[in-house]
């Protein structure tokens, strides 16, 4: 294997997880027992060239960001974005008028999670999330709260790119090239999709191998690896 990897990051596969979900897919071993983690299959969409797995790789576990929660997938959709050059404003509004609107966040308190200038409106520590949303909603106005609210994230995650950088230059990574990156370990995972799709298996465990010129995914006595191309 190549002098160049630096980490490496082990997976699971089941073709039905018992959780909640109940999907045919893949996750990071880190996220195996968080309840909001869904297995992910190699499907991308069309304007964001790699899985969701990948995502949680670059975006999340490689810039030190935890797996899930609102504060944490804020910090990990500018990484998306910078990375993608994707619009995330259309993630952050779904999170806002499905979630937060709903006094709904995950990992945090709401008067944790509220920037400043929201949170000192509220005068009943005691209220109920939704019942706290309400109320600053009749004082504030839905589309003001919800604009605020979508301004919050996206400081949240610009503010979090000095820790993102960090993490990847710790890890000896070039965050210059996530692009790349994501394409070769994008490639490998198809790889290893169709593989075990082919031979019915219903499990199976293998390991992301990620390095500056070329990233690796052992999965048994198999060894796959790709070039990271060049994304300028």
Excluded at 99 to 118: A, K, R, Y
Excluded at 205 to 218: D, H, I, M, P, R
Aim: proline letters at 4%.
């Amino acid at each position: 294997m190549s002098e160049h990897v630096k980490i490496e990051i082990p997976i699971t596969y089941f073709r039905q997880w018992n959780d909640d979900y109940g999907a045919r897919g893949w996750k990071l071993d880190v996220t195996i027992d968080d309840p909001e983690i869904i297995a992910c299959t190699p499907f991308h969409g069309d304007k964001i060239p790699t899985s969701v797995l990948i995502h949680d790789i670059l975006d999340h576990f490689l810039c030190g960001f935890g797996p899930s929660g609102h504060r944490n997938e804020a910090m990990a959709l500018a990484q998306l974005g910078s990375r993608a050059g994707s619009d995330i404003i259309p993630d952050l509004t779904q999170m806002v008028e499905e979630d937060l609107l709903h006094g709904n966040v995950i990992g945090e308190s709401l008067e944790q999670f509220l920037p400043n200038t929201i949170s000192q409106l509220i005068t009943d520590g005691k209220a109920a999330n939704r019942e706290i949303i309400e109320r600053l909603i009749i004082s504030m106005g839905r589309d003001r709260l919800k604009a605020e609210l979508i301004g919050h994230m996206i400081d949240i995650g610009r503010q979090a790119t000095p820790m993102a950088m960090g993490q990847w230059n710790q890890h000896g990574l070039d965050y210059g090239i996530r692009k790349g990156i994501g394409f070769a370990l994008q490639e490998l995972f198809e790889q290893t999709d169709a593989y075990v799709i082919q031979n019915e298996l219903q499990t199976a465990q293998a390991s992301f191998w990620v390095g500056n010129n070329q990233c690796y995914l052992s999965f048994w006595s198999i060894m796959l690896s790709v070039i990271v191309p060049s994304s300028g």
